[in-house]
């Protein structure tokens, strides 16, 4: 059992504990990782959405949900960019033109609308659109986000995929992307992919880079590859990440830092995995700016401004 008040779990373990039944109580979803192998879930008192998901995360044990499995609905209204949707008559349209959606493509755009900016698990959509009661395949999710796309153009919004991630509805006429690349010191790795990606976008992203112990100065080996690229990070001096830069950023690449240096973001992470290219032979530091610049490049061609 998952939450619930202390006389709920009293209760099923007098009820179903004669019958051979072993009952166990946590407060918290994170509890399953505690029970490996469970027959039946109960879930009480939990986020109705978030719960779902994390228990089906962990099992596809059988859910039982005490009290109602419905969201009451707080609108009868969702607009966003050009797309309205009516949570009463169940129709969305783009300005006067009725989208033909199916019952779940509705529910599926409800939770994307309701959630827009925000990145969802595969998860998360399955427990919101699909109801708590669903047990599928979190590929499920694909399938009907591939149909769902088509019926949007010209809506304004665009449902962005998050590689290992999930998804996320964007509306394409907000300011343009912010991307804020990270690293410990902010003299190397972090600097070059900024300036790459200040050079391939050619103003289209606003972009930034700090650290979360900056340097003093860039490092020396890296001025000197991307001069040779044609790229003077000389003049660039080491920031330090503040709350305003996180909050700012719609989009924040980590390059490897351990985990104790990277701070928890809002927006979406992507973690590079880059060596620190300080010290290194120039040789060793120029495949480091090449990968760099092949990912920078695929980043940006995923943002698509």
């Known amino acids: 059992m998952i939450g619930g008040a202390p006389g709920t779990a009293a209760h099923l373990k007098e009820r179903l504990g004669p ?25 009480d008192g939990v986020d109705l959405v978030d719960g779902t998901a994390a228990v089906r995360r962990a099992t596809a044990a059988p859910l039982l949900i005490i009290g109602s499995d419905q969201a009451s609905p707080s609108r009868t209204h969702l607009k966003v960019g050009r797309i309205e949707l009516n949570l009463e008559a169940r129709r969305a349209h783009v300005q006067d033109r009725e989208l033909p959606l199916t019952p779940r493509e509705f529910d599926l755009l409800n939770v ?11 998860d998360r959509i399955l427990a919101a659109a699909w109801g708590p009661r669903f047990v599928g395949e979190p590929k499920t999710v694909d399938v009907h986000v591939a149909w769902l796309r088509p019926k949007l153009e010209a809506s304004g919004v665009r449902i962005t995929t998050l590689r ?40 289209r992203v606003d972009v930034e880079s700090a ?88 980043l940006l061609s995923e943002l698509n401004p």
């Not at 996320?168 to 990270?182: G, S, T, W």
């Open 112 to 122: 994307f609308l309701l959630n827009e900016g925000t990145v969802l698990s595969r």
């Open 164 to 203: 290992g991630i999930g998804y996320r509805l964007d509306e394409l006429e907000r300011a343009r992307p912010r991307v804020l690349f990270v690293c410990v010191e902010n003299a190397g790795r972090s600097q070059i992919a900024a300036a790459f990606l200040k050079r391939m976008s050619d103003g």
């Open 19 to 43: 019958r051979g039944a072993d009952i166990v109580a946590h407060g918290r979803v994170d509890g399953l990782q505690r029970e490996p192998f469970v027959d039946a879930i109960v879930l």
């Open 211 to 298: 650290g979360t112990r900056p340097a003093k100065r860039v490092h020396s080996e890296v001025i000197d590859v991307m001069r040779e690229v044609g790229i003077d990070v000389s003049n660039e001096r080491p920031k330090a990440l503040s709350a305003e830069m996180a909050r700012a950023a719609t989009h924040v690449v980590t390059m490897g830092c351990e985990a104790e240096e990277c701070p928890v973001f809002a927006s979406p992470v992507e973690d590079w995995g880059i060596r620190n290219p300080a010290g290194l032979p120039a040789p060793a530091v120029r495949e480091i700016r090449d990968e760099i610049e092949r990912r920078v490049r695929l």
